[in-house]
């Protein structure tokens, strides 16, 4: 983009009554101290913007004389497209706007002049001071918007192999920003977790080092005495069980045969009881005496019970010494004591469970250090990627920082500063013209810095502007800008307008 100043025309802008400036490839104007040659330079960006040179909102109503209004009219060239735009300031009022001699509206005004060209480039490239008013974010950011930064390629290519692999693979997924956020989360969650995981693996060492010592306790071989042991109480249970029935049969035998025996003996007494007592003749009911055939059923009787009695006996005597003949046969079967068994039993199950502790704990260790090492592998991968995209941040830096400073003659600039916190650079902004900051330079310094600084951001933006020096007889000699030059120098003499072809 081209941009070409024509024509200038200025009513009541400050000391200026009326005043005409034609525009050739340089315009020279010279003149005392107080003849209004930067007010020349300041209707510009005021007829553009409603600023000075310096971006600040301005008034530029005469103090000295009266007035109706303030008017600036500025023919420009922008490509091919020839264009008039007029700023207008009655006195006591809203400023008025015209495009082509058109009234327009302040916002249709601003739209307007802003799609004609970059409001802060244009500043930039038409005073040499105007870049340095800025904050140093601004300046930055405006240089860099007009420099391509290094690739990631170029940037790969500068870092060790295993860095620009890892770094590579990673950057198709996600953002240099994101993966910087995500693994910074990561560190501090597995730093916290490495701490803990350290602490249980420790704590259960230590736990197994408490245990007795059972390192040469053989499981399998526990394990088959304690079958044996229980094979050994399995059978005396066998045999108890057995020594049980025959000891109750027994018992049983002794209580039966008791009881036989009293039965016998009560059956005897009985038997011999009723032997002795006679027949009696009379009648139980009436008393009468019983008649021969009577008293012979009454007889009858008494020995049909005897007869009862002596078979009952007979039973009872048979059975009394067939219990007695089994009872001889058997004898009481005495049983093992398992106290100790059970004793031995008892201690085969503890160290058994002594070793399945032992073991436990151990597989318990062995997954925490596991897990000890699965964080601390997760920590050193977040570390090294933490390293790699801060050394990819300082190469990229270093590289833009080459790539810029190849732009300029004089000046250097320093685009990132090293934190001292963390080592990792920052973003910075200075610019230097032999080693002194641009605060420190001189008026002439000051714009030799700023032109040279205009003509790189001319180059790396494409965009030609008219380039106003004032205060030019402070330098002896420039580099003059490859676009439309109007240049102020102070002179004994009344205010001239020279236009150069």
Request: aromatic share 6%; glycine share 4%.
């Amino acid at each position: 983009m081209a941009i070409t100043f024509n024509k200038l025309g200025l009513v009541c802008f400050k000391n200026h009554r009326d005043l005409t400036v034609n525009f050739g490839p340089i315009t020279r104007i010279t003149g005392a101290n107080g003849e209004g040659k930067s007010s020349i330079g300041e209707s510009i960006p005021w007829a553009l913007y409603g600023v000075d040179t310096f971006g600040s909102k301005t008034d530029p109503s005469p103090t000295t004389y009266e007035f109706e209004q303030v008017e600036a009219h500025l023919l420009l060239t922008v490509d091919d497209k020839r264009i008039l735009l007029s700023r207008v300031l009655p006195k006591g009022k809203a400023a008025r706007f015209y495009i082509n001699e058109v009234p327009k509206k302040a916002k249709e005004y601003e739209a307007f002049v802003e799609q004609l060209f970059d409001k802060q480039l244009f500043l930039s490239l038409f005073t040499p001071t105007y870049f340095f008013t800025q904050h140093w974010e601004e300046q930055r950011a405006q240089l860099l918007r007009y420099v391509l930064p290094p690739s990631n390629k170029e940037v790969f290519a500068q870092l060790p192999a295993p860095q620009a692999d890892k770094l590579a693979a990673l950057v198709k997924k996600k953002s240099l920003d994101d993966l910087e956020a995500q693994h910074k989360e990561n560190r501090r969650k597995q730093d916290k977790a490495l701490i803990a995981a350290k602490s249980r693996t420790k704590t259960l060492e230590e736990q197994l080092h408490a245990m007795p010592d059972i390192d040469g306790i053989d499981s399998a071989a526990l394990a088959e005495k304690l079958r044996e042991v229980d094979e050994k109480l399995a059978n005396i249970k066998s045999e108890q069980a057995k020594a049980r029935e025959n000891n109750s049969r027994i018992e049983r035998l002794k209580t039966q045969l008791q009881v036989t025996l009293d039965g016998a003996n009560k059956v005897r007494e009985d038997f011999t009881k009723m032997k002795a007592e006679p027949v009696e003749g009379t009648c139980t009911v009436c008393g009468q005496t019983l008649a021969e055939e009577a008293a012979a059923v009454a007889a009858g009787n008494k020995q049909k019970q005897m007869d009862e009695f002596r078979s009952r006996y007979q039973m009872l005597s048979d059975q009394y010494s067939r219990m007695k003949e089994e009872l001889a046969v058997l004898k009481v079967i005495e049983v093992d004591d398992t106290s100790e068994l059970f004793q031995r039993r008892a201690e085969i199950e503890a160290e058994l469970k002594a070793l399945e502790a032992q073991d436990r704990l151990a597989l318990a260790i062995e997954e925490a250090k596991q897990d000890e090492k699965a964080i601390h592998d997760s920590y050193t991968e977040s570390v090294f990627i933490l390293d790699t995209i801060k050394a990819f941040r300082a190469k990229e830096a270093e590289l833009m920082a080459e790539k810029v400073g190849g732009l300029f003659e004089t000046l250097t600039l320093k685009l990132f500063q090293e934190n001292k916190t963390d080592g990792e650079q920052k973003p910075h902004f200075e610019v230097e013209m032999d080693g002194k900051p641009y605060r420190k330079l001189s008026t002439a310094e000051k714009i030799l810095a700023g032109l040279e600084l205009i003509s790189v951001l001319s180059q790396q933006s494409g965009v030609a502007a008219p380039v106003f020096v004032d205060n030019a007889e402070s330098i002896i000699s420039y580099k003059a800008p490859n676009s439309q030059l109007i240049e102020c120098r102070v002179a004994d003499m009344p205010l001239t307008v020279q236009e150069v072809q």
